[in-house]
């Protein structure tokens, strides 16, 4: 499994490059905030959501979750990899590191 960290994440956004970001996290951490641009993706939705969500299965897809101690993201990626996608990368810093970084959370509405 490929791993990205915070700064390279945020250079790729900055950089406006096609991506999926994907939060693997419950719906209601994702409305407490989410990094720019991520949708929810829970892991226990991942079967009945992914093809919605990315229906190209070569797309370059990023996983994060909360933080390093979370295995959400690790999960959530393994079962994408299992289902074919071929581009798919955990951020295991997750929103802890983002924000320790200094990088802000988008709140919806």
């Known amino acids: 499994m490929k791993i990205i960290n915070g700064k390279q994440l945020k250079q790729i956004l900055d950089a406006g490059r096609p ?10 951490y994702y ?3 989410h990094l720019p641009g991520a949708v929810a993706l829970a892991p226990d939705q991942v079967d009945r959501q992914a093809a919605n969500l990315i ?3 070569a797309a370059p897809v990023v996983v ?7 295995n ?5 990626a ?3 990899s299992q ?15 983002w924000q320790e970084l200094g990088f802000p959370l988008v ?3």
């Open 19 to 28: 991506l999926v970001l994907l939060e693997a996290l419950p719906e209601k």
């Open 31 to 33: 409305r407490s905030g």
């Open 55 to 57: 229906p190209d299965r």
């Open 64 to 70: 994060y979750c909360a933080s390093e101690t979370c």
């Open 72 to 76: 959400n993201s690790h999960q959530a």
């Open 78 to 80: 393994a079962r994408l």
């Open 83 to 97: 289902l074919g996608y071929q581009d798919v990368t955990v951020y295991p810093g997750g929103k802890a590191e």
């Open 107 to 109: 709140k919806p509405g």
